[in-house]
């Protein structure tokens, strides 16, 4: 490392479930934001990023899909980096689970744990969210589902290693006394406080018996090392750390100074992963900036819905920096933002088309019109030239206070302000009509002046979030001075004009895109009827269908999707089921009628009500489900 500053910044490391939609991408761009203007401001930057690859998740994608465990990260793993690579992100290093050194590193920093009795063997029994890869007790539930994800759990006992987390409790919360500013936004703080180290922590599962696709414990072959020592542990073996005697890269980098991370996984990098470095005697990362989600209108993007839009797409339709442009100027500090192709599409338009491209495009050919491209500071300072400068400084110095502080949306809102007010400033010195006047040659070379230095501070300014368009702005001046302060050049030779952002046609690119997602909506449902994996006569055979009477439904309480109804089924004992077709139906339009019943399904509970079976129901379209009724047919009737 040189003699500048350190700033080590990380990313969490991205799972390799399925390709990463835009918003897991924001965590990057974010990151890489950050990284820039602080390379900007001198600091020696290092930035780590990566994917996080073990899991029965994973062992069980593979499995689905024919193929290795590695073959099937591999491939999402390179997915991942292709589209980081499609924003224009300049991470240093990318650190994959599967890596040997990290595993090796693992291994070590789980049984040196071990031997100082900070981990110990035991039993785990609970409710497990595979999706999530988490335990939770039955009071953490919500509707009797993942409190993260909203998916169903399972109840899981297996032999187990545990962390001692409560061992550290004391000194973690006396941390965050010293270091209030060790998590980012002060809402994420609190909530860790509140919600876990007062009421007490649990001590933390960190090995699994139940699959296999994972870190091998070291010194007891059943058990594979789970995600939290795993996953969390990248941010030291990434960089060089070495139970056994780190290396000089590690000593000049940790503390890290800042992980990016969504809100989502604050727990887990401002309780867990403190603890495992105090176990460690390792001192802390600096700050953690638990940034919001990025929403498709109010819904977290899900594929089951439909609504998922990727970052590498967007790209290739808009360009790289409209997409880096939006989620760091539309995603507020601490609330969760959202994106539609709407709302893209008029931000595009209104912020960098018209505002900034039509500010820099007309200026430039201006400069090139009235004086063959020259322009040099002038004299003459009215007071409209004195109010832009005024902007100008004052924008520096909120873009200064908003970028240290990561509130990236806010310094971004102050940037295109100036660029606003450069825009009035054209139309307040009108420089085609004073252009009539042989006389005022020096007083519009002095406002095309203001106007090019204004240029180039916003270019300044704006090359972190979007460093391709600036690097274009910077052409067109023909001026590479970076010193952010109004005045510094003293002449400008412009290069000819050129476009930066072209307006879109709403209407049309909207109907482009509609057409897209239906067609491949009508492909994916072409292919999904095409692979159904085909059944034998044995297999139908093990499915008893019969007949069974509602003879009474109500409502579940704090479950909006489920009714429980009770079912007679000519056996001579009531069954009870709860099913999630509360949005369609009323408790009395079901009492008395005559279903197909699931007779053999074994018993599951949800919320609380434990159901022996399912009913059969035809989804008719994506918003409307209807009950197959029977009601001609005697209770108790096999269906064959």
């Known amino acids: ?33 950050i990284a820039r203007y602080k390379k900007q401001m001198g600091f020696d930057v290092f930035l780590m990023t990566g994917s996080d690859e073990h899991g029965q998740k994973i062992e069980e994608y593979a499995k689905n899909s024919g193929i290795s465990p ?50 110990y063997k035991g039993h785990y029994e609970g409710k497990y969210c595979v999706p999530c890869e988490s335990f939770f007790t039955a009071s953490q539930l919500v509707d009797g589902k993942c409190p993260d994800c909203s998916r169903e759990v399972i109840d899981s006992k297996e032999e187990a290693y545990f962390l001692r987390l409560s061992k550290y409790q004391d000194k973690l919360l006396e941390y965050y006394q010293q270091n209030p500013d060790f998590i980012k936004p002060e809402s994420r703080k609190n909530e860790m406080i509140n919600n876990f180290l007062k009421p007490g922590l649990s001590d933390l599962c960190v090995s699994r018996s139940s699959f296999k696709w994972g ?11 789970y995600v939290w020592i795993d996953a969390l542990s990248n941010y030291i073996t990434g960089i060089g750390y070495d139970p056994d005697g780190s290396s000089e890269k590690f000593n000049s980098l940790w503390p890290a100074d800042l992980h990016v991370i969504g809100k989502d996984i ?21 700050q953690v900036l638990g940034h919001p989600w990025v929403l498709v209108g ?10 998922v839009i990727y970052a590498d797409d967007l790209a290739k339709r808009f360009g790289v920096d409209a997409v880096r442009y939006y989620l760091l100027s539309e995603i507020p500090y601490a609330q969760d933002g959202t994106i539609t192709y709407e709302s893209f599409i008029n ?43 005024k902007a100008a400084d004052q924008c520096i110095k909120d873009f200064y206070e908003k970028m240290d502080s990561y509130h990236n949306a806010d310094a971004v809102e102050s940037v295109i302000n100036l660029a606003k007010r450069c825009n009035k400033y054209i139309d307040e010195t009108t420089p085609w009509a004073l252009a009539k006047d042989e006389e005022n040659r020096d007083r519009i070379s002095a406002v095309l002046y203001n106007l090019l230095e204004c240029i180039r501070l916003l270019g300044i300014m704006l090359s972190p979030i979007m460093p391709e368009s600036c690097d274009s702005i910077r052409a067109q001046l023909k001026e590479n001075n ?15 004009a050129k476009p930066l952002f072209a307006r879109i046609d709403t209407e049309k690119v909207l109907a482009e895109i509609a057409a897209e997602q239906e067609a491949a909506k009508k492909a994916s449902e072409a292919e999904n009827v095409a692979t159904i994996e085909q059944i034998t006569i044995d297999d139908f055979a093990k499915v008893e269908l019969k007949a069974a009477k509602i003879t009474a439904c109500e409502a579940v309480p704090k479950a909006k999707k489920l009714l429980k109804l009770t079912l007679d089924d000519g056996s001579g004992a009531e069954k009870t089921v709860a099913s999630g077709i509360a949005k369609w139906y009323k408790p009395e339009d079901l009492i008395g009628h005559t ?19 399912m009913i059969l129901a035809a989804d008719c379209s994506e918003d409307d489900v209807k009950v197959l009724f029977i009601d001609n047919i005697p209770a108790g009737s096999k269906i064959r």
């Not at 309780?271 to 802390?284: D, E, K, N, Q």
């Not at 970076?482 to 000819?496: I, M, Q």
């Not at 279903?595 to 399904?601: C, E, F, K, P």
Request: net charge neutral; proline share 3%; aromatic share 10%.
């Open 266 to 286: 604050v727990r887990f990098h401002t309780i867990y992963w403190p603890i495992i470095l105090m176990a460690l005697g390792l001192p802390l990362p600096k």
């Open 1 to 33: 490392m040189s003699e500048k500053k350190k700033f080590y910044i990380t990313t969490a490391i991205a799972y390799t479930s399925r390709k990463p939609h835009i918003g897991n991408a924001y965590d990057i761009v974010l990151a890489d934001m």
């Open 347 to 389: 931000k595009f338009n209104t912020d960098l088309a018209n505002t900034l491209g039509n500010l820099v495009n007309r200026s430039v050919a201006m400069t090139n019109k009235y004086f063959s491209g020259k322009v040099s500071k002038g004299e003459i300072c009215e007071e409209c030239d004195k109010n832009l400068i």
């Open 595 to 613: 279903v197909i019943l699931v007779s053999n399904l074994k018993p599951a509970k949800l919320c609380s009500v434990e159901s022996q079976g």
């Open 215 to 225: 870190i091998p414990v070291p010194f007891d072959d059943g058990h594979v090392v």
């Open 70 to 119: 590695k073959e099937y990260v591999d491939n999402i793993s390179n997915e991942i980096k292709g589209v980081w690579n499609s924003l224009n992100t300049s991470y240093d290093k990318f650190i994959r689970t599967t890596d040997e050194d990290h595993k090796k590193c693992v291994q070590k920093i789980f049984k040196k744990l071990y031997d100082q009795g900070d981990i």
């Open 482 to 496: 970076t010193t952010l302060k109004f005045g510094e050049v003293t002449e400008y030779s412009v290069d000819e």
């Open 298 to 307: 109010e819904d977290k993007m899900s594929k089951s819905k439909g609504n």
